[in-house]
């Protein structure tokens, strides 16, 4: 081990983390384990998480057409809300996976395989981060509550996923792009069709930059018998990415023909249009033994989700 990495294994800084983030640099040392537990430090996934709420408040806007003042806090609840369930999930994900996390190379120095955590505290932490989103929850239409309490199911199925299938991925875009039907829901009271449709394009999205992902640990996965997608695509991954786009190509246009019309239906395809330009950018720079590479591209998919936020929330206004 180098004089960096045990400098980093001291600090109880995880190698995936931003650089120079604000856990890092400005939360208390007595917090920082229960923030890295949460991913504070890596930002991406609450912005992955939150994205597709945004997306599914500006389908209702679309649907509907009247984008009302309550929606301001619909668009902001989502962001809190995100970042709270987005921490207890993580924990969640961290408490199943502790005996598996200290095997792994990218994971070993986090909080619960590194010994800075406790289970109990774990617990007691995912749990008050469960709460505090509960409360936010509580504050929209009642459809969205149902909504928001059945999540919970795909949430804790989740992490059991690459024990049991090759394709952990799709429990994961069930479970993170849940907040496009409960966001709809939030502004419309009911969900539609079309919406269903968006949310399975979304799937799509995410086995898409989860596969990326995931091949940062192909090896370490194979050697201790963890499933990815990753690992069942092979050498053959670009062919699957190249389908995942087409699809979310073909569902989300035909979501936005059901919602809308006119000016607005062409500024959302225009949106989809960017977002799978973008996504095709991704493949041409894919080299899957590329680890740096593959964290940012990876990373880069919040950009790829706001281009969406960007073209729906015109189309919502125009």
Do not use: E, S
């Given at each position: 081990m180098t004089a960096e990495s045990r400098t980093e294994e001291a600090r109880g800084q995880v190698s995936d983390a931003v650089k120079g983030n604000w856990v890092d640099r400005l939360a208390p040392s007595w917090s920082r384990p229960y923030l890295r537990l949460s991913r504070a430090d890596r930002p991406i996934g609450t912005w992955l998480l939150l994205l597709p709420c945004w997306w599914g408040l500006l389908l209702g806007i679309l649907t509907d057409g009247r984008p009302v003042m309550g929606d301001i806090w619909i668009f902001i609840g989502c962001g809190i809300g995100a970042f709270l369930m987005r921490g207890a999930g993580c924990t969640w994900n961290d408490i199943t996976d502790r005996d598996i996390d200290g095997s792994v190379e990218r994971t070993k120095l986090r909080p619960i395989p590194s010994g800075q955590v406790s289970l109990r505290q774990a617990v007691i932490w995912?749990?008050?981060q469960a709460f505090l989103a509960s409360l936010i929850l509580f504050t929209f239409h009642k459809v969205a509550i149902y909504l928001g309490i059945l999540a919970l199911l795909p949430v804790a199925i989740y992490p059991f996923a690459k024990r049991f299938t090759w394709w952990p991925q799709v429990f994961l875009g069930i479970a993170f792009n849940w907040g496009?039907?409960?966001?709809?829901?939030?502004?419309?009271?009911?969900?539609?069709?079309?919406?269903?449709?968006?949310?399975?394009?979304?799937?799509?999205w995410t086995l898409f930059y989860d596969t990326i992902y995931a091949h940062q640990d192909r090896e370490d996965d194979a050697l201790i018998g963890v499933k990815s997608t990753a690992r069942l695509f092979g050498?053959?991954?670009v062919q699957w990415l190249w389908l995942f786009i087409a699809l979310f190509g073909v569902l989300t246009i035909f979501s936005l023909v059901l919602s809308t019309q006119g000016t607005s239906l062409l500024a959302a395809l225009l949106g989809v249009c960017a977002f799978e330009a973008h996504l095709i950018w991704q493949i041409s720079r894919f080299d899957a033994d590329d680890q740096g590479g593959l964290l940012r591209l990876f990373r880069s998919n919040r950009d790829a989700g706001?281009?969406?936020?960007?073209?729906?929330?015109?189309?919502?206004f125009l």
């Open positions: 995912m749990l008050l496009i039907l409960l966001a709809f829901a939030a502004h419309t009271g009911t969900v539609t069709i079309a919406t269903m449709i968006m949310y399975i394009a979304a799937i799509f050498v053959k991954t706001l281009i969406v936020v960007v073209f729906l929330g015109c189309a919502a």
